[in-house]
C-alpha cells in the first residue's frame, strides 16, 4: 500500500537549481519522516535532507546545508526537496524513504536502516 514516487531529476550547470518531489501514498501523516538520499557511482549512499512531523523539524547534511531546503505539503501528499546552488559533486541518483510511525532525531536521521519504504531513483547531473 505504500508506495513513494521521486521525480525532477535531470541534468544542470553548475550554479543552477533543480526541483526535487517525493509523492506519497498509503499511509497517515501523522507521525512520519521523509529523506532524501543520493548516491553516486562507486560511493555509499548517503543521507542528503530529512523533515519529520513529530516536531516538525528539519535536518541536513554539512555538504548541502544552505543549498538545499526540505519542504512538504501535506495536501499534496508530497515532499520538495529545493536545490541551489548545484556542485558537480551533487551529480548521484536521488532516492526519497519513508520512516513511518518512529519518531527520527538529529543523530539518526541519515541512517539507512531508519527508513522501511523507498522509491525510485530520479537522477541528477551537474556539469561544470
Not at 5 to 23: D, H, I, K, T
Not at 25 to 41: H, K, L, N, V
Not at 99 to 113: A, E, F, K, Y
Request: with cysteine.
Amino acid at each position: 500500500e505504500v508506495q513513494l514516487q521521486a521525480s525532477g531529476g535531470g541534468s544542470v550547470q553548475a550554479g543552477g537549481s533543480l526541483r526535487l518531489s517525493c509523492e506519497a501514498s498509503g499511509f497517515t501523516w501523522e507521525d512520519y519522516a521523509i529523506a532524501w538520499f543520493r548516491q553516486a557511482p562507486g560511493k555509499e549512499r548517503e543521507g542528503v535532507a530529512c523533515i519529520s512531523n513529530d516536531d516538525t523539524s528539519t535536518y541536513y547534511a554539512d555538504s548541502v546545508n544552505g543549498r538545499f531546503t526540505i519542504s512538504s505539503d501535506n495536501a499534496k501528499n508530497t515532499v520538495y526537496l529545493q536545490m541551489n546552488n548545484l556542485k558537480p559533486e551533487d551529480t548521484a541518483v536521488y532516492y526519497c524513504a519513508a520512516n513511518i510511525g518512529d519518531t527520527v532525531w538529529p543523530s539518526t536521521w541519515s541512517t539507512l536502516d531508519e527508513y522501511d519504504y523507498w522509491g525510485q531513483g530520479t537522477l541528477v547531473t551537474v556539469s561544470s
